[in-house]
């Protein structure tokens, strides 16, 4: 996704865990430790870190989102049909392909991430909760 007006410097400087695309926060893994032949991954948590490391021990190195962010999105689905059902709002949704109701998920995912990037380039601002009258 791309940075949008003048947080885009800032942004390049942030970085991000390389699993949840969460702030990174000095856990990192070179595969190996060579890193002139493969890439310094960089982890929010232990946790991430865990993982992170096990997928570029099996993948060369290397951690490629694609394939854990469309499975992602497919897991997605039973939390947002959870939620249309308990707002009564199932019915238009139901007879929706899986395609529809995946844009829907990948809608919300990168606001929820581009927000959270920008959030993380602008440090300064942290710890405020605005008031959110208006859903759009
Ligand atoms: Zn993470």
């Known amino acids: 996704?791309?940075?949008?007006?003048?947080?885009?410097?800032?942004l390049a400087r942030v970085a991000l865990c390389a699993v949840c695309a969460r702030e990174a926060r000095g856990f990192g893994y070179c595969h190996g430790l060579r890193w002139d032949r493969h890439p310094y991954h960089r982890f929010c948590s232990r946790r991430c870190q865990d993982v992170g490391s096990t997928i570029a021990r099996r993948n060369n190195g290397m951690i490629d989102k694609t394939a854990r962010e469309a499975q992602a999105i497919r897991d997605a689905r039973t939390h947002f049909a959870e939620a249309l059902t308990d707002l009564?709002?199932?019915?238009?949704?139901?007879?929706?392909?899986?395609?529809?109701?995946?844009?829907?998920?990948?809608?919300?995912?990168?606001?929820?991430?581009?927000?959270?990037?920008?959030?993380?380039?602008?440090?300064?601002r942290t710890g405020t909760v605005l008031d959110d009258p208006l859903p759009f």
């Open 1 to 10: 996704m791309a940075a949008r007006g003048p947080d885009r410097e800032l």
């Open 88 to 124: 009564g709002l199932m019915e238009p949704f139901f007879h929706r392909s899986a395609q529809d109701i995946d844009r829907l998920i990948e809608a919300a995912v990168t606001g929820y991430i581009d927000s959270m990037q920008d959030q993380a380039a602008r440090k300064e």
